[in-house]
C-alpha cells in the first residue's frame, strides 16, 4: 500500500507513506505533488494521522439513555437512579450488542484505540465477561483496554478488593479506582494503596476516577500521584477527571504540580461530561467543573481528553465524535489561542496514545503498524473548525473505512 501527497503533523511538505505487511516501511519527503498510480491512496495534500484515540469511555452503559426512564433533571443523582433501573435488565449479549454498536460509531469516527472502564461492582462480574469477548471480537477494528472500575467503590463496597483482583484474573488490562466516592477519606485513601499495589503486581496500567466533584477538599490525586512516584510508576499510571482541581486554590495548587510533575503521571478530562454534570450545588457564580487542562499543558505535563458517556442515564448525547469533545473542551478549558488550535490533534492522538502507554504501537514512523486516517483537512485549526471527518481508516496496512465527502448543492 502507498499514500501520496499527504501532509505530516508538525512536518513541512508532502510526503509519500509506503506500507508492507501490517507495518509502515518508508516515508519519504516529495519534491512535488505527485500523480496518482493504480491502487495509490491520494490524500490530496491533506493530514494524514495516526488514528484517534478514545481514552475514557463507559460501553457497559452506553446506549441506555431513556430506557426505561430518561433523567429529566440532567444530574449525576438522578443518573444513578435511572442506571440502578435499566441495570435490573441488563444481559450479557445486551452489553455485548450496545459495546458492538458503541465501537463502530468510534471506528466510523476514526477511533482506533479505546479504553472502557467497566463496572465491576457486581458479584458475577457480567459486564466484564462480556466485554472481553467483546474485545477479542472487535479487534479487526479497534485496540480495547479494558479497565476494572469499582463503580460503588473498593473499600466500602463488600467484596469489592476481591472482586477487583478477580476481575483481573479474568484478563482486565488496566486498575481503576474512585476514591472520593468511598466512605470515608481513610478508606479512599487505602483504596488507592490496595489498587496501585495490584497494578505493581500484576503489571496492569492504572486509570482512576479521582476527585471528580467540584469539592476542593477532595485530594487524592496527591495521594495517586505520590504512589506513582515512589514506586516509579507514572508514565503508566492515569487520573481521569480530577474536577476538583478546578476548586483548589492557587496555593495549593501550585504545591500539588510540583508533585504532579515529578510523578509524571497522564490526566484524562471530559469536558463535555464535566460541564454537563459539575457546577450542580453552585447557584451564581457557577464553577465549570473542569480540570485545570491548559495549567497542565503548559507545566509540561500530559493531558488528553475523552467522551466519558455515549447516550447513558449521565450523559444523552454523543455520537462517538471525539472532535466533538475536542472543539468543545477547546472552547471550556480556554485553549483557543491559535498556537493551541495549530496542535490542538495532540489532545485526541499523541497524548491520549502516551496515556494509553501505546509506545511504540502507535505513531506514523518506519516500522510501527500501519494504523491511520487521511483526514479531510490540511491542519489540526482546520479539522477542528470544520470537524473534520476520517476520508480514509488504515489498518494494518489495509483499508479499514473510506467516507465519500457529503456535497451540497444549491438550486
Ligand atoms: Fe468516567
Known sequence: MKIIN?????????????????????ITLQSAHVPPQAGDIDAQGQLLIAPFVEPHIHLDAALTAGQPEWNLSGTLFEGIERWAQRKETITHEDTKQRAHTTLRMLAEHGIQHVRTHVDVTDPTLAALRAMIEVREETRHLINLQIVAFPQEDIESYAGGRELMTLAVELGADVVGGIPHFENTREQGVSSIKFLMDLAERTGCLVDVHCDETDDPHSRFLEVLAEEARVRGMGSRVTASHTTAMG??????????????????????SCPTESIHLQGRF????????????????????????????????????????????????LHI?????????ARSLDLVTDNSARTLDLGERYGIAVGRPANMLVLDAESDYEAVRRQAKARVSIRGGKVLMTRVPERVEFS
Open 282 to 329: 453552585d447557584t451564581f457564580p457557577k464553577r465549570r467543573g473542569v480540570t485545570r487542562v491548559a495549567e497542565l499543558d503548559r507545566a509540561g505535563m500530559n493531558v488528553c481528553f475523552g467522551q466519558d458517556s455515549i447516550k447513558d442515564p449521565w450523559y444523552p448525547l454523543g455520537n462517538g465524535n471525539i472532535l466533538r469533545v475536542l472543539d468543545a473542551g
Open 6 to 26: 499527504a501532509t505530516l503533523r508538525k512536518t513541512p511538505g508532502l510526503h509519500t507513506v509506503m506500507c508492507e505487511g501490517e507495518h509502515i516501511s518508508a
Open 247 to 268: 476548586s483548589y486554590d492557587n496555593a495549593y495548587c501550585s504545591k500539588l504540580f510540583r508533585l504532579l510533575k515529578a510523578s509524571g503521571i497522564n490526566f484524562v
Open 333 to 341: 478549558c480556554h485553549m483557543m489561542g491559535f498556537e493551541d488550535l
